[in-house]
């Protein structure tokens, strides 16, 4: 564990992506809570008060990812402090985009985004998924162009519309300078739970907690916190090779999704790692049931893993696939999890003489025009 206090500008200064992890909470501090807390900071500025204010500490622990250009992190504690920060710079860009730009921008590139990036690992953080939505359109589109902005934001951006005679570029170097927190990084193998639940054991609405999350965390911390995560651009969720075909004669036919999101991995510039076993919405199914499915003479993972390969190395039009990935068996709470970790191969890789990519966190076929103008773009000179 590695605690340092620091200012908001180290917190979000680098390439980095926050994430709020399924057991916690959605975003839920009220406009009464936004009150108060946006009163006392506005009477530090007036005041102009030589002391620090302190928000908190934020517990995080990094998130194993195939994006080399970012570090990502699970919040263990401190999403709701965070993202009202993040709503107060959002509402303070919309308010100085015109006049000031040079300040918007400079919040944008600060908080909001990671410049340079794509898909969801733009924005520096992902809140819970009931959140996400709102929260991307109100930073990418501001508040006024948008029929559902983020309440924090709209509550900060009509709040300070009150405030006339504040001096909004000065209000907003006051924050960056005077907001402190205490970084507390515990490392990947470490199980967050029994923090999260020892910080907020006081906290009125925390909810009851999701059962069995603790010894799981215990169990493997490195892949909970995956899961916990959700599905992104470099991370995907599926029940397992059979789940979504009727025909379960013919396991090699439902393996096909699988290959798909394999090749389209290998085909991005970052790669990622698919979990099977796991559904869609974090919940671990496990892959036990399949193994009469795949070899019902052995009916284990030896059985599983021999033909997941066998069917990757058949289905994968590439010399010699197995370089582009890295099979992994995992046991949670007694049912087995495949993680598949892809790297980018160094040339377009088919199935099924299709091409397939990763765009958002969805899986998609090139075509035409488009198939030609990737390929030349992500591999120069092989096309």
């Known amino acids: 564990m590695n605690t340092v206090e620091c200012k908001l500008e180290d917190l979000f200064g680098d390439p980095c992506q926050y994430v709020v992890p399924s057991f916690q909470r959605p975003f839920s501090w009220s406009d009464d809570r936004h009150e108060v807390f946006l009163s006392g900071v506005l009477d530090s500025f007036s005041s102009d008060s030589p002391h620090r204010i302190f928000l908190g500490a934020i517990v995080i622990m990094p998130i194993e990812h195939s994006n080399p250009t970012l570090q990502k992190y699970l919040i263990v504690d401190g999403q709701q402090r965070l993202i009202t920060m993040l709503a107060l710079f959002a509402a303070i860009r919309d308010l100085t985009s015109i006049r000031y730009p040079e300040q918007a921008l400079m919040l944008e590139r600060t908080f909001l985004f990671n410049e340079g990036q794509a898909g969801s690992y733009r924005f520096k953080l992902l809140p819970h998924p009931k959140n996400r939505a709102r929260f991307f359109q109100t930073l990418q589109h501001g508040v006024r162009t948008n029929p559902e902005p983020f309440p924090a934001t ?61 010894p799981r965390f215990a169990e493997d911390p490195e892949l909970m916190a995956m899961i916990a995560g959700g599905e992104s651009d470099n991370l995907e969720f599926k029940e397992g090779l059979t789940c979504r075909s009727t025909d379960r004669r013919h396991p090699e036919r439902c393996g096909f999704h699988v290959a798909r999101t394999v090749a389209a991995f290998m085909n991005s510039d970052n790669g990622g790692t698919l979990l ?26 030896d059985g599983y893993l021999l033909f997941l390969r066998n069917l990757l190395r058949s289905k994968l039009e590439a010399d010699n696939p197995f370089q582009f990935f890295e099979i992994q068996h995992h046991v949670v709470s007694g049912r087995e999890v495949c993680s598949i ?27 035409g025009p488009d198939l030609v103008s990737y390929v030349k773009k992500r591999w120069p000179g092989k096309e």
């Open 341 to 367: 970790r892809v790297f980018p191969a160094e040339y377009p890789v088919y199935l099924d003489k299709r091409l397939y990519v990763r765009s958002g966190n969805q899986t998609l076929e090139m075509r």
């Open 154 to 214: 709209l509550f900060f951006l009509t709040r300070l519309e009150q405030e006339l005679d504040l001096d909004l570029r000065a209000f907003c170097a006051f924050l960056i300078r005077r907001f402190v927190a205490v970084r507390v990084e515990i490392t990947k193998d470490e199980n967050p739970y029994p923090i999260f639940k020892s910080l907020n054991m006081l906290e009125s609405g925390v909810g009851p907690y999701p059962r069995g999350i603790d």
């Open 276 to 301: 099977l076993g796991v559904r869609d919405d974090g919940t671990i199914r496990g892959i036990n049931r399949e193994y009469r499915l795949i070899d019902r003479s052995k009916r284990n993972w």
